[in-house]
Nanobody, 127 residues
Framework: VQLQVSGGGLVQAGGSLRLSCEVS????????VGWFRQAPGKEREFVAA??????????YYADSVKGRFTVSRDNAKNTVSLQMNSLTPEDTAIYYC???????????????????WGQGTQVTVSS
């Protein structure tokens, strides 16, 4: 399973960016996909996640992004997108997507529970 992340870049505070994560998996709908980020000098943190179809496709957000970020999933295109609005400098980080077919809902917030990772993409928000 391979993950390809696209999007990212430099934006001013208050602006928007969209990240996409394409997953090369035959049964993509069985995979949960999570978004994580890591800022310089900080630990990796959970951003959002899209559960697999068997878990109802539920979507979860970290409190820090709730109301600003939106996850969308297209099982036909094997893609999960992260629309980021009202960005602040605190959102500056390298963003990663991760996927796993066996993860349970209560474990989706931890990156340690995902088997597959995409390359990171830099998101920089200037003040």
């Amino acid at each position: 399973v391979q993950l390809q992340v696209s999007g990212g870049g430099l934006v001013q505070a208050g602006g928007s960016l969209r990240l996409s994560c394409e997953v090369s998996a035959c049964t993509f709908s069985n995979y949960a996909v999570g978004w994580f980020r890591q800022a310089p000098g900080k630990e990796r943190e959970f951003v959002a996640a899209s559960a697999s179809r068997r878990h109802g496709g539920r979507i979860y957000y970290a409190d820090s992004v709730k109301g600003r970020f939106t996850v969308s999933r297209d099982n036909a295109k094997n893609t999960v997108s992260l629309q980021m609005n009202s960005l602040t400098p605190e959102d500056t980080a390298i963003y990663y997507c991760a996927a796993d077919a066996g993860i349970i809902l209560s474990s989706m917030w931890s990156g340690d529970n995902y088997d597959y990772w995409g390359q990171g993409t830099q998101v920089t928000v200037s003040s």
